[in-house]
């Protein structure tokens, strides 16, 4: 699906948010924009009252050094070796079945998505970890296999897809599009972890040597990566500065200490926010998620979730999500704060976007960043606060 990039211009102008925004609410259509700008529709008391949006305070920015040899990633907005700058990301598949667990290697990974892997079976999830510098990777998995979503998604980041097999109905017109997301399938290491074979797979040092070498596949950025993405995937804010949304004026903005992802049921998904460390903790099946090989939490700076509708592909309950979109509902959450936004993606090789209720493009933290696709039919469990 590709949408025409005029559409998108079309859909900026026009773009409004609306909030009404409670614990577990999604938002509502609005449906009193003016000319003027956005309003919001004030659901207390059963009353409608316009709510003018006040003037942001002017925010001093600082702009740190960036030390020497280093850049910032466009992954995360942090600095890391500047001889990683043309190097593309790798997207791994990581089980999210309990068994799988514990995870290795996925506190290492710049961005995490996790979504629905299919619909039967609780609706359970996988993950995607995106990471910059694989060369680091001591052991990352297990490796499980991708949907057709995930191949769209990693082609926005020009990267390489690491992954074992998958419905190859539904998966092979994907790979074979001309834009066809390099992909590495099954060709890792096993490890002998006393559970059956679907769950040994990993990738250990020099498993993603090979495999770039065996397909021949570039390590930097290809013909078919989208413009801009050697800059920043995100609008991060200035390296140094920190944003709060507390103070960026937005008509809602809602406590965010905790995000219960009920439609992950089976997962029973959850992010807590850590005052210390001024990040989100990743909690599944009851209890948070710590790395194998050193404990670390799977935290993050950066939460994003998504509404987004699905087609389910089969009775086996393999779907695809409708990620090429425009003015689609989501919430952004950093610092214990959350505020309502947009997404928009219009192509296949176009990165997508978020933009806040003025109508801007989002600014977000440099850190790591969790993205939840959560399906539009079970959008209004989720629980904020």
Request: charged letters at 25%.
């Amino acid at each position: 699906m590709k949408i025409n990039k005029k559409i998108m211009s079309i859909a900026l102008i026009s773009m409004m948010l609306s909030s009404a925004i409670a614990c577990g609410k999604a938002p509502e259509e609005d449906t009193n924009t003016t000319e003027e700008g956005l309003s919001w529709e004030a659901i207390e008391g059963g009353s409608t009252e316009e709510v003018t949006e006040e003037e942001p305070a002017e925010e001093e920015v600082v702009s740190a050094e960036v030390p020497e040899g280093m850049y910032l990633s466009e992954l995360t907005g942090t600095p890391i070796d500047e001889s990683l700058k043309d190097q593309r990301p790798i997207a791994v598949m990581v089980d999210n079945e309990s068994i799988a667990l514990p995870h290795y290697g996925t506190a290492e990974a710049d961005v995490v998505y996790e979504m629905m892997n299919s619909t039967q079976n609780g609706r359970i999830t996988r993950l995607m970890c995106l990471v910059k510098d694989w060369e680091k990777i001591e052991q990352m998995g297990s490796i499980r296999s991708t949907r057709p979503t995930n191949i769209i998604l990693a082609a926005e980041w020009n990267a390489v897809l690491c992954h074992d097999g998958g419905p190859a109905v539904h998966i092979n017109p994907y790979l074979a599009k001309d834009w066809g997301t390099n992909h590495i399938s099954g060709e890792f290491s096993r490890v002998n972890n006393g559970k059956s074979r679907e769950y040994t797979e990993y990738i250990l040092p020099g498993d993603l040597d090979s495999g770039f070498s065996n397909h021949n596949f570039s390590t930097t950025y290809n013909e078919f990566a989208p413009e801009g993405i050697k800059d920043n995937h995100f609008n991060f804010t200035t390296w140094g500065n920190e944003v709060k949304l507390e103070d960026k004026g937005y008509a809602k903005c809602l406590d965010a200490t905790t995000i219960d992802i009920i439609p992950f049921g089976h997962n029973e998904s959850k992010l807590v926010y850590n005052e210390e460390t001024k990040e989100y903790e990743y909690y599944e099946y009851g209890k948070a998620h710590l790395d194998a090989e050193d404990s670390e939490p799977l935290s993050f700076k950066n939460v994003i979730l998504q509404k987004c509708t699905f087609n389910q592909l089969d009775d086996h309950g393999y779907l695809i999500y409708n990620c090429i979109d425009i003015n689609q509902p989501g919430y952004y959450c950093t610092n214990g704060k959350a505020t309502d936004i947009v997404w928009t993606k219009v192509g296949e090789l176009n990165k997508t976007q978020f933009f806040d209720s003025q109508a801007n493009e989002l600014e977000i933290n440099n850190g790591k960043t969790y993205i939840a696709i959560v399906p539009a039919d079970t959008w209004d469990q989720l629980v904020i606060q």
